[in-house]
């Protein structure tokens, strides 16, 4: 039986690839902050079939967390990260630019190194994270969320390019969608907004076809191309909001 863990499994798109999962029988381990979030879903399903474990990305415990659900699932073939935060910030408020850096940037970081390590000693492994379009250029209304979002890219490419100087078999899949219909948005009038489960369903078809890098979805995939087309002193005399 194949064993994923999700982690950021407890709503929006996280929680949208793990029913999937659910549905194809593997063996999950999920995690989040909310516990009781993890475990309705626990509840919900096959006795047996879904590990829960808080875990809390930002915190240093969050590596041992992390290890003792693989330990509880027995082990881990497909690992995603989905947890991700993001505001729009065009006051440049300093708090939600830091705590989206602490998330984004050092939780990130330190749940794909960690998950590095233990493919790298298994010899085998898929690594998986839910960036965005929003790494493509600096958004003036996002600029911490865009900037995070361009690291998590960034990284991905360096980490591939590690594993093959050091000859392992690890996957590498960013996943980069264009805006969902989740929490993560609030309010707010946003163009070609998708639906958490479509985007889940992409995701799935995305991993079972080992991709490097997915834009979800085709209209994304085209404005990205244009967008990254913009030289820099254009993108910045463009008032880009929604
Ligand atoms: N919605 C969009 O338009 C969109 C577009 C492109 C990319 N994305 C990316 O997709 C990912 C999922 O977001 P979503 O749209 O599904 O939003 P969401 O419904 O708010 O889900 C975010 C998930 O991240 C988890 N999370 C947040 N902070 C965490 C932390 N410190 N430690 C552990 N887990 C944490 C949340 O769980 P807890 O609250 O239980 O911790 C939740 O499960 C994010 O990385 C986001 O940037 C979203």
Do not use: C
Not at 61 to 71: E, G, M, P, Y
Not at 173 to 194: C, E, N, Q
């Amino acid at each position: 039986m194949k064993k994923i863990i999700i982690i950021g499994a407890t709503s929006g798109i996280g929680y949208e690839v793990m029913k999937i999962y659910r549905q194809r029988g593997y063996r999950l381990g999920i995690a989040g902050r909310r516990l009781a979030e993890l475990e309705k879903i626990q509840a919900e399903s096959m006795p047996g079939q879904v590990e829960i474990q808080q875990i809390d990305i930002t915190q240093a415990d969050a590596v041992d967390r992390l290890k003792q659900l693989i330990d509880q699932v027995g082990g881990m073939d497909l690992f995603l990260l989905s947890s991700g935060i993001g505001q729009q910030n065009r006051t440049l408020d300093p708090l939600p630019e830091l705590q989206t850096v602490e998330t984004n940037v050092a939780g990130f970081t330190r749940m794909v190194t960690a998950v590095y390590h233990y493919f790298r000693k298994q010899g085998k492994g898929h690594l998986a994270v839910i960036s965005s379009i929003a790494g493509t250029k600096g958004l003036g209304v996002a600029p911490a969320y865009s900037a995070t979002k361009r690291f998590q890219n960034s990284y991905m490419d360096a980490l591939a390019q590690l594993s093959r100087m050091e000859r392992l078999s690890i996957t590498f899949t960013d996943i980069r969608p264009g805006f969902v219909r989740t929490a993560l948005l609030k309010s707010g009038h946003y163009p070609m907004l998708m639906q958490p489960d479509k985007v889940a369903g992409r995701i799935v078809k995305a991993l079972d076809r080992k991709r490097r890098v997915v834009v979800i979805d085709w209209r994304y995939r085209l404005l990205v191309f244009f967008w990254r087309l913009i030289p820099r002193w254009l993108w910045e005399r463009l008032p880009v909001h929604n």
